[in-house]
C-alpha cells in the first residue's frame, strides 16, 4: 500500500536579514496509510516547518516530498492548493473558522475549492457535522459555539475531502482539560476507522495518545518510536 | 461554473453585509458619482437643446439683417448741424441684394415703428409694422379672423391693416373689429383681419433682442412707406427726437442650406461697399447653431470632467475600503488559502466585493439621476416662493432650464462606475491574493 506521505532527505532554508536558517536538515520520514503519529519537539525544532511541508503550504529547497503517488516538491502554487483541497484535512489550534458562514458551510469550504459541490457531497457534510455531534447546528455561527464544538467542526471540514491524512496544529491547545479529552477521543476514533492522523503537539499527555511519536530537535528528527501500547 | 460564481456572489454579499455602514458609504460615493454624471449631462442638454429650439425657431435658411443705431461718435462726423441722422439698411440695398445675390430665394422688408393707434376715445401705443404677405408665415403667426395683408394691399399702398390679438383685444373690447378703422396718425386704416395670439420670441443675442407680438398692427409696407415715411419723430420730455430709417428689418430666405454661409458672406460684402458705419447688424441662424453646437460639445466634455473627477474619488474610496478589509480579512486569507483555495480563487472573491459595490452604487446612481427632472422642478418651486427677489435676478437659462437625461449617459456612468470597481479593486485583491498563507494564518 502505498504511504500516504514521504520525505526523503528534505531540507528547509530561509534567508533572513542575520544569514541563512536551517529549518529542517535532512529529515526522511515515512507516513503509512492509517498511522497516528505525534511530532513532538521544543519550539524551534522545526515542528511548524514540518507541519507546513507536510500540509503543502511551503515546498522543501531540497529533497523530496510525496503524498500518495505525487511528488509535489516542485508543483506550481495552484497544484498546491489543489492537493490541500482534495488530499489534506486540517484541524489548527484556534480552530479557523470563517465567521460570516455557517457550521455547514464551513465544512463545505474545501469542496467548494475543488469545484463541484452536489446534493451528494452536501449530504456527506451533514453526515460529516452528525459524526463530530454536531447534527442539530447546521445554520449556527462560528461564534455561537463553544470552543469544542468549534474544533469538532473544524474537524468535520478535515474530512469532508476524505484526505490522505489529517494534519492537526495543538488541536487541544485552547482547550479545557475535559474538551481536550473529548478531541483526543475523536481523534482516536477517527483513527480506528483508518484515518492516517498526523499531530503536531508540545504536550506529552496528547503524544501518548499516538501510535508512533517523532521528536525533532534543531531541524532534524531525533527519535522515531512506535508506542507500546498499541 | 455558474454555480460556483453565485457561490462566490452570494459570499461576496454576505461579507459587504457585515459592515453595513461602511459598504453604504462606499457605495454612497460611487452613487454620487453616476448621478452626477446624469444630472450634469441633462443639465447640459437641457439649456443647449433650449438654445437650439430657440435659433431653430429663426429659421436655419434664414438671414436676418437688422439696422442698429450707430455708435455717438461715429454720429459726429457727419457733423451736429443736422439733428436727424439717417441709418440703416436702405431701400437701394434691398433692391440690390434682391438683384446681386443670386440664391436669395425670397427676401423681407420690414419696417417697425412705435406708434399710437386709436378707435373711438381708445388709444394705446403699440408696434407699427410695416411688412408683406409673407411677414405671417415667416414668424408663424395664424389669422383668427379676416385675412392677412395681400399682394393687392401692398401694390395699392391700401390703408388696411391686421391687428394683433392683444391691439384687437384692447381697441375692440365688445365690437368685432373686422370692417372697421383704426386711427394711425393723421389717417385711417380698415381693419381686414385679427391674428391670434403668440407666445414672444426669446432674445437670442446680438441684435435680436426678445419680440412681443400681441401688440401689433400691421400695415402694408409701401403704405407705411408713403402714409408715414422715413423720418420718425418722438416726444421726449422738453424735446424732439428723430430718426430716419428706410428699413428696420430684412429677412433674406437661402434656397438651401448648404449656400446659407456663402451667401451671408456675400451678403456682408454688399453692405458693407454702401455703409461706412456699422450701422446695420447681419445674424445668421445656421452659424449661431453651429456655435451652439460646438458650445454644447464644450459643455459635454466639461461637465464629462468633472463627473468624472468624482467618480475617480468614488474608486479611491472602493480601494481604500478593499485595502481595510483584506487587511481585516487576512486570517480568513489563510484559512481559505490552506483549506485550498488557489490565488485566483482569492483575487476573484474580493473582485466580485468591489463590483458588487459599484453595481449597486452605480444602479441607485442611475435611478438618483433619473430624479434630476422632477428634483429641479421642485427646487425651482421651493426658491421661487422662499426667495422670489433672487429668483427673479437670476439669468434665464437658469430659471427655464429643464434637465432633459441623455439617453446614452445611462449606460456610460453605469458602465463606467463598474469599470472604476473593477480596476480599483484589483489591487487590493491582487495584494490578498499575494500574501503567503503560513504568514496570512498566523496573522492576529
Request: proline share 3%; aromatic share 4%; charged share 20%.
Given at each position: 500500500m502505498i504511504p500516504a506521505a514521504r520525505m526523503l532527505e528534505a531540507t528547509k532554508q530561509y534567508v533572513m536579514d542575520g544569514g541563512t536558517v536551517h529549518a529542517l536538515r535532512d529529515v526522511s520520514l515515512e507516513i503509512p496509510t492509517g498511522d497516528y503519529v505525534a511530532i513532538m519537539g521544543p519550539s524551534g525544532s522545526g515542528k511548524s516547518t514540518l507541519l507546513n511541508l507536510l500540509g503543502c503550504l511551503d515546498r522543501p529547497t531540497s529533497g523530496r516530498l510525496m503524498l500518495g503517488d505525487e511528488e509535489i516538491s516542485g508543483a506550481s502554487d495552484d497544484r498546491l492548493s489543489e492537493i490541500r483541497a482534495s488530499h489534506i484535512g486540517f484541524i489548527f489550534q484556534s480552530y479557523n473558522l470563517i465567521p460570516q458562514l455557517s457550521v455547514l458551510e464551513n465544512i463545505e469550504v474545501p469542496l467548494y475549492y475543488q469545484g463541484r459541490i452536489d446534493r451528494r457531497r452536501r449530504q456527506r457534510s451533514r453526515e460529516m457535522a452528525e459524526l463530530v455531534g454536531l447534527g442539530d447546528r447546521l445554520k449556527h455561527r462560528p461564534t455561537q459555539l463553544s470552543g469544542g464544538q468549534q474544533q469538532r467542526v473544524a474537524i468535520a471540514r478535515s474530512l469532508i475531502n476524505d484526505p490522505y491524512f489529517i494534519l492537526a496544529d495543538e488541536p487541544t491547545g485552547n482547550l479545557d482539560s475535559v474538551t481536550t479529552e473529548e478531541i483526543l477521543r475523536l481523534l482516536g476514533?477517527?483513527?480506528?476507522?483508518?484515518?492516517?492522523?498526523?499531530?503536531?503537539?508540545?504536550e506529552p499527555e496528547v503524544g501518548k495518545l499516538a501510535k508512533r511519536v517523532v521528536r525533532l530537535r534543531d531541524g532534524s528528527i531525533c527519535s522515531d518510536k512506535q508506542m507500546s501500547h498499541v | 461554473m455558474p454555480f460556483l460564481w453565485l457561490r462566490t456572489w452570494r459570499l461576496g454579499v454576505k461579507s459587504l453585509l457585515l459592515h453595513p455602514l461602511r459598504s453604504l458609504l462606499t457605495v454612497l460615493g460611487i452613487f454620487i458619482g453616476v448621478a452626477s454624471v446624469v444630472w450634469l449631462l441633462a443639465i447640459g442638454e437641457g439649456i443647449s437643446r433650449k438654445t437650439q429650439e430657440q435659433i431653430e425657431g429663426l429659421g436655419a435658411t434664414n438671414i436676418i439683417i437688422r439696422s442698429i443705431k450707430p455708435s455717438e461718435e461715429s454720429i459726429e462726423n457727419v457733423g451736429s448741424s443736422r439733428s436727424i441722422v439717417p441709418y440703416g439698411i436702405t431701400r437701394a440695398d434691398f433692391d440690390r441684394l434682391i438683384t446681386t445675390v443670386p440664391t436669395i430665394d425670397r427676401a423681407l422688408p420690414i419696417r417697425e415703428v412705435r406708434y399710437r393707434f386709436g378707435y373711438l376715445g381708445r388709444n394705446i401705443e403699440g408696434r407699427l409694422v410695416g411688412c408683406t404677405p409673407e411677414y405671417a408665415e415667416v414668424n408663424q403667426l395664424e389669422v383668427d379672423r379676416g385675412r392677412f395683408l395681400s399682394d393687392t394691399d401692398d401694390h395699392k399702398k391700401w390703408n388696411h391693416c391686421v391687428?394683433?390679438?392683444?391691439?384687437?383685444?384692447?381697441?375692440?373690447?365688445?365690437?368685432?373689429?373686422?370692417?372697421?378703422?383704426?386711427?394711425?396718425?393723421?389717417?385711417?386704416?380698415?381693419?381686414?383681419?385679427?391674428?391670434?395670439?403668440?407666445?414672444?420670441?426669446?432674445?437670442?443675442?446680438?441684435s435680436l433682442t426678445a419680440q412681443e407680438f400681441n401688440n401689433d398692427v400691421y400695415i402694408p409696407i409701401r403704405t407705411l412707406w408713403s402714409r408715414i415715411g422715413d423720418i420718425i419723430v418722438t416726444r421726449r420730455t422738453g424735446s424732439f427726437e428723430g430718426e430716419m430709417i428706410e428699413l428696420s428689418q430684412v429677412t433674406l430666405r437661402v434656397?438651401?442650406?448648404?449656400?446659407?454661409?456663402?451667401?451671408?458672406?456675400?451678403?456682408?460684402?454688399?453692405l458693407k461697399l454702401h455703409h461706412r458705419k456699422q450701422d446695420y447688424a447681419v445674424t445668421v441662424p445656421l452659424e449661431l447653431l453651429?456655435?451652439?453646437?460646438?458650445?454644447?460639445?464644450?459643455?459635454?466634455?466639461?461637465?464629462?470632467?468633472?463627473?468624472?473627477?468624482?467618480?475617480v474619488v468614488g474608486g479611491i474610496g472602493i480601494m481604500n475600503i478593499m485595502l481595510a478589509t483584506v487587511t481585516?480579512?487576512?486570517?480568513?486569507?489563510?484559512?481559505?488559502?490552506?483549506?485550498?483555495?488557489k490565488r485566483g480563487d482569492i483575487?476573484?472573491?474580493?473582485?466580485?466585493?468591489?463590483?458588487?459595490?459599484?453595481?449597486?452604487?452605480?444602479?441607485?446612481?442611475?435611478?438618483?439621476?433619473?430624479?434630476?427632472?422632477?428634483?429641479?422642478?421642485?427646487?425651482?418651486g421651493a426658491m421661487q416662493r422662499a426667495a422670489p427677489d433672487v429668483f427673479e435676478q437670476l439669468p434665464e437659462v437658469i430659471r427655464e432650464v429643464t434637465p432633459i437625461v441623455v439617453p446614452w449617459s445611462i449606460p456610460l456612468a453605469f458602465g463606467i462606475s463598474v469599470t472604476i470597481g473593477v480596476i480599483f479593486g484589483l489591487y487590493p485583491a491582487i495584494r490578498a491574493a499575494a500574501m503567503d498563507p503560513i504568514e496570512a494564518l498566523r496573522h492576529e
Open positions: 476514533d477517527l483513527n480506528e476507522q483508518g484515518k492516517t492522523i498526523i499531530i503536531v503537539t508540545h | 391687428l394683433a390679438a392683444g391691439t384687437a383685444e384692447k381697441l375692440f373690447p365688445f365690437e368685432n373689429p373686422i370692417g372697421r378703422a383704426i386711427r394711425i396718425e393723421q389717417a385711417f386704416y380698415l381693419v381686414v383681419g385679427v391674428m391670434k395670439e403668440r407666445t414672444p420670441t426669446a432674445g437670442i443675442g446680438g434656397d438651401k442650406v448648404e449656400n446659407v454661409l456663402k451667401t451671408a458672406a456675400l451678403v456682408k460684402e454688399t453651429k456655435q451652439a453646437k460646438t458650445t454644447r460639445l464644450m459643455f459635454i466634455v466639461f461637465m464629462g470632467l468633472i463627473a468624472a473627477i468624482s467618480l481585516e480579512r487576512t486570517r480568513e486569507i489563510g484559512i481559505r488559502r490552506a483549506l485550498g483555495a483575487t476573484r472573491q474580493f473582485l466580485v466585493e468591489t463590483v458588487a459595490l459599484s453595481v449597486v452604487g452605480g444602479a441607485t446612481g442611475v435611478l438618483g439621476g433619473l430624479t434630476c427632472r422632477p428634483l429641479i422642478g421642485a427646487l425651482r
